[in-house]
């Protein structure tokens, strides 16, 4: 079994302008959506608490 290959600069781009180039449904998708509308409802509902950022207790010295 042969290491893949390792990725040049341009390969995102490449893919980017294949995908475009063969029809890139997410693009059509994008065209019809208008996603900006949906942006104040989602940052409604996924607002969170500063507090809830993560990462375990602080530990209390004995």
Sequence with gaps: ???PSQLSFF???TRYDALS??????ESLASHVPW???RPA???VLR?????QGGG???MPC
């Design 1 to 3: 079994m042969s290491a």
């Design 11 to 13: 390969d995102l781009a």
């Design 21 to 26: 180039h063969n029809g890139d449904p997410l």
């Design 36 to 38: 900006a509308e949906f």
């Design 42 to 44: 989602l940052e409604r």
């Design 48 to 52: 969170r608490s500063k507090r809830k």
């Design 57 to 59: 207790l602080p530990l």
